[in-house]
């Protein structure tokens, strides 16, 4: 097949890297290659947790994705509203309908605050440029009491990142002197603070150090945003000056109306091969998967690939390959020091003791993802 005609919905991290990749791979093809995504604004999401201390900027943080992508990817800022797998098209807002050989669904997940009746302004959360903005504002004014970093719902984007936020918190707060006058509490939903057994081992012992307490099956039921209370399924309370809470994530209401996905919107996908259960010529990858591993950019980043590659041995009749579920992120302890995760389906992850070496890694790393990862260079 020359000139596939390839569609990819979402220009985040997964559209994006996918997008650059199937370029790359399939160039002796001279692919027809169309992004759609309403805003393309991409947004290197690790940033959230510096902005909310006030350690970088958004301006740093969010760049228009159609400079990241290969000059010869169309891309079209619409909003898709159904997808007619039967037909192989998509149905948008504003350009019609948009057919594919291929369709890749990069959706991501969506913050869904909506999801809950208890939320209001006064909860905040750190994953939009403008909610780590707000709260930025809130810790700088904050001067003594209780927070709390809760869990509102699962899944959710980037597992780390509720307790990288409580012991940033510490490193802070300690920056400021003030550190004693501020009491941190950290939620988890199961028996843990950690989801994954081998990296909560190394965990616990440094939220102890930093004297932060640990609710474990804690799934939250319902907050009073006046009384300032949260209470749990298991009939646990607690009183707060300050929630942070981790807000509910949804997957695409249109996949849902398109009889793609499910439930709150994740896409069923075969953890391998990446096609969408059901569909031979529909793939899957990053958030908007249900796929069982974590919701990262990085997870994203190794699966645009295999998507690419499959893709190509479709059309040219190969073996399809296989995502072998690889995944890696930095765990920061505090403000010059992180942890190293490394793991796929195979080998669980074994994280490294917090070293400034990871913390520099963590903050180069920037450069490098918007200059090589995103452009599907590395």
């Known amino acids: 097949m020359k000139n596939p005609n390839i569609v990819i919905v979402g220009a985040g991290t997964g559209g994006v890297i996918v997008a650059n990749q199937i370029q790359k791979k399939l160039k002796k093809l001279n692919p027809n290659i169309t992004i759609i995504d309403p805003y393309f604004r991409h947004t290197y999401q690790p940033g959230f947790l510096f902005t909310m201390f006030g350690k970088d900027e958004t301006k740093n943080i969010v760049k228009d994705s159609r400079k990241l992508l ?13 997808v007619n797998h039967k037909e192989n098209y998509v149905v948008t807002e504003n350009n019609g309908s948009i057919s594919y050989d291929y369709l890749v669904l990069a959706t991501g997940s969506k913050i869904s605050t909506d999801a809950v009746d208890w939320w209001d302004d006064s909860i905040h959360h750190f994953y939009d440029p403008i909610s780590a903005e707000k709260l930025n504002k809130e810790l700088e004014n904050f ?4 927070i709390v970093v809760s ?28 550190r004693d006058k501020v009491n941190i509490t950290y939620t988890s939903p199961i028996n843990r603070a950690f989801s994954i057994e081998t990296t909560n081992t190394r965990v616990e012992p440094y939220l102890k150090e930093k004297n932060i307490e640990v609710l474990t099956f804690f799934n939250t039921d319902d907050v009073d945003t006046e009384e300032k209370v949260i209470y749990s399924l298991e009939g646990d309370d607690i009183d707060y000056d300050l929630l942070i809470m981790i807000p509910p994530h949804r997957g695409q209401q249109f996949l849902i109306e398109s009889g793609i996905s499910h439930g709150h919107g994740w896409i069923p996908t075969d953890k391998y091969t990446l096609k969408v259960d059901g569909f031979d010529n529909i793939y ?24 690419a590659e499959n893709i190509l041995a479709q059309i040219e009749g190969g073996d399809l390959k296989n995502y072998d579920g690889h995944v890696q992120c930095f765990f920061l302890t505090d403000f010059g020091s992180s942890m190293f995760i490394n793991f796929n389906y195979s080998h669980p992850p074994k994280p490294s003791p917090s070293r400034k070496v990871w ?4 903050i180069m790393f920037k450069p490098i993802y918007f200059r090589l990862v995103t452009r599907g260079i590395i």
């Open 284 to 307: 899957a990858l990053g958030d908007a998967t249900d796929i069982p591993t974590s919701k990262a950019g990085s997870t994203a980043h190794h699966q645009a690939p295999v998507i």
């Open 70 to 82: 290969n000059k010869k990817v169309h891309s079209i800022q619409d909003k898709v509203t159904n």
């Open 151 to 178: 869990i509102a719902d699962l899944p959710y984007k980037c597992p780390p990142a509720p307790i990288e936020a409580a012991m940033l918190m510490d490193s802070y707060f300690k920056e400021r002197g003030i």
């Open 359 to 362: 913390y520099w890694f963590k």
């Open 143 to 146: 001067q003594e009491g209780n």
